[in-house]
C-alpha cells in the first residue's frame, strides 16, 4: 500500500504505474516463495531414467505401457538394424515386450497397444528440461507433451526410427510452476508406438510422495 500511496503522489505519476509495480512485486514473490520451497527438503532436484526397472510412479492408461520399462537395446536383440539407444538399461519402449532381463531377448508386443503414461508431478525451477524420444513420427497420434497446470505446453515425437534422439526445451517461462510429462501413444499403424528414456534437467520432484 505504500508503494500506492508514493506513486501516487509523485508529479506526473499514473496510477497504472502503481499497478505495474505491483504486478512486479508479485511475481517476485511468486519467484522468491518457487525458490524456498525448492530449497526445502521436500522438494529435490530430480530425473526419471527408469533404472530401478519400474515406471516410479508414472500413471499408465489403456494397455500399452503394461510391460515397462523395457530391458537393454530389444531393437538390437531382434536384428530390427536400429538401435535403442537408450540411457543405461530400462527405457520405455511401446512396441516391446521385454521388461526384465530374464524374458525373451527381442520380444515385442507391436504397434496394436495403445495408451498413455503420465509423470509424477515436478516443479520447474531453470530453463531446460531433456529427454530421449525415439519410435514414431506423427505427432497427431505419437507424442510426449509437456503440461503445466494440466494445460498442454509443448509437444515431440520421434523420426520414424527406433534410436531415441535426445530434445531439449527451454522452459523459463514456467519457472516455478509444477508440471508432467505425459506420453501419448494413439495409434496401432504402422510406427504407432513411442519410446521415451531419461528425463532431466531443470526439475524438481516433493520427495515425500
Ligand atoms: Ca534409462
Known sequence: MTC???FMMMEGAKPVLATKVWQKIRMLEDRVKALEETCTDKYQPCK???EDG???GWFKTGT???NQPTYGDNPTARKRGQSAKQQGDYWIGGFEDRHTPND???ASQGDGPKGTLTSPVFKITGRYITFLIGGGCDAAWIRAE????YK???TATGKCHEAMERVTWDVIGFYGQKAHIRLIDNSSGKWGHINFDDLKGDISCD???
Open 146 to 149: 509437456l503440461l503445466v497446470d
Open 104 to 106: 525373451k531377448p527381442g
Open 64 to 66: 500399452v505401457f503394461n
Open 4 to 6: 500506492v500511496v508514493l
Open 54 to 56: 519400474t515406471l516410479g
Open 48 to 50: 526419471f531414467d527408469f
Open 207 to 209: 520427495i515425500t510422495k
Open 152 to 154: 498442454v505446453e509443448k
